[in-house]
């Protein structure tokens, strides 16, 4: 069976996690974006996922006080369907419990319905509506939050 880890995200991981967003998002962020989330951002929390020595996916999230709000997350689509969303999910929300959080928000595209299931699994419910949120498309995005 093959090993499955998440961990923080250090600076020599950056490289294999643009590769991700390149994939996943429509505006991936640039390797500065990543610098400076992991190494000048305290409120800013990141995790990789791998499998055996391959990163497949990511987690990130900003900590204020007492509320987390994810940033990003992606898994590699050749990876989607297998629930590594939810692992890496369920592991974000785990370590913001550790770290005294007590309600998590999100953004999604309203469009991204299996995204938005997912979220719903985990207590998340639809907090409004930010319209025109993504600059690529103009798409709204769906607030979700819980209390954790």
Request: net charge neutral.
């Amino acid at each position: 069976m093959a090993e499955l880890t998440i961990r923080k995200m250090e600076v020599d991981d950056i490289k294999d996690v643009m590769k991700v967003d390149e994939v996943s998002f429509s505006k991936p962020w640039t390797e500065d974006i990543f610098h400076l989330e992991i190494e000048k951002n305290d409120q800013a929390h990141y995790f990789i996922m791998k499998l055996e020595n391959k990163i497949i996916g990511y987690v990130g999230m900003w900590v204020v006080i007492d509320d987390a709000q994810i940033t990003n997350i992606a898994v590699m689509p050749e990876f989607r369907g297998h629930k590594f969303g939810e692992k890496l999910f369920g592991f974000a929300c785990q370590q913001a419990i550790h770290m005294g959080v007590k309600r998590l928000s999100l953004e999604v595209r309203a469009s991204n319905i299996v995204a938005q299931k997912m979220y719903r699994k985990f207590g998340l419910v639809p907090g409004g509506v930010r319209k025109n949120y993504y600059t690529d498309n103009r798409e709204d995005a769906i607030v979700m939050w819980v209390n954790l």
